[in-house]
Antibody, heavy 122, light 110 residues
Framework: EVELVESGGGLVKPGGSLTLSCAAS????????MSWVRQAPGKGLEWVGR??????????DYAAPVKGRFTISRDDSKNTLFLQMNSLKTEDTAVYYC?????????????WGQGTLVTVSS | QSVLTQPPSVSEAPRQRVTISCSGS????????VNWYQQLPGKAPKLLIY???LLPSGVSDRFSGSKSGTSASLAISGLQSEDEADYYC???????????FGGGTKLTVL
């Protein structure tokens, strides 16, 4: 059974940095494309970005609001996905979910973690 | 302002049928499949429908999806109180080169 467990959330000041982790199990992590999706309090879902498997190039893509500030990486030896967040803004406050990506063309998020809350506030 | 447009809320009585619409453009729904997610109160989202109309294993066949051009819809038949949730449509957007979501629709079972 697929399991995704996010960690690393917390309170950080505007302009600060934070790194989230997502521990994966129950599937071949090294073959998986993975995404981060966030949800601001009381708001809808927003895709943050994704990383392809190393077999498929290991490249990353990001949504415009986070491009240049956030970096997605992976450690296949530890079955762990990361989201490094720099220059954080109050509008980055959200629950961050990691997901497994499936499909080609229009990818879909087959499995989700329970999420970790990031609060950006002075 | 979400790229995909959904009604903020819908409501219907138990055992009835309800549909939730999702409207997009040629760069997303017009050229790519739509996927739907269900988010129960206080829970993480869950995949409900993928590739316009396919159901993941374990999802009730009371849920169905369809798409035509730049519009899609999710239908739920035989409504139950446990269906009360937020529903989101999503698709890849070729112009933005990323996944875009609808703003979400809150379903209330009266």
């Amino acid at each position: 059974e697929v399991e995704l467990v996010e960690s690393g959330g917390g309170l950080v000041k505007p302009g600060g940095s934070l790194t989230l982790s997502c521990a994966a199990s129950g599937f071949t992590f090294s073959d998986a494309w993975m995404s981060w999706v966030r949800q601001a309090p009381g708001k809808g879902l927003e895709w943050v970005g994704r990383i392809k498997s190393k077999t498929d190039g290991g490249t990353t893509d990001y949504a415009a609001p986070v491009k240049g500030r956030f970096t997605i990486s992976r450690d296949d030896s530890k079955n762990t996905l990361f989201l490094q967040m720099n220059s954080l803004k109050t509008e980055d406050t959200a629950v961050y979910y990691c997901t497994t990506d499936k499909g080609y063309g229009s990818i879909y998020f087959a499995s989700w973690g329970q999420g970790t809350l990031v609060t950006v506030s002075s | 302002q979400s790229v995909l447009t959904q009604p903020p809320s819908v409501s219907e009585a138990p055992r009835q049928r309800v549909t939730i619409s999702c409207s997009g453009s040629s760069s997303n729904l017009g050229n790519n499949a739509v996927n739907w997610y269900q988010q129960l109160p206080g829970k993480a989202p869950k995949l409900l429908i993928y590739y316009d109309h396919l159901l993941p294993s374990g999802v009730s066949d009371r849920f169905s999806g369809s798409k035509s051009g730049t519009s899609a819809s999710l239908a739920i038949s035989g409504l139950q109180s446990e269906d009360e949730a937020d529903y989101y449509c999503a698709a890849w957007d070729d112009s933005l080169y990323g996944v875009v979501f609808g703003g979400g629709t809150k379903l209330t079972v009266l």
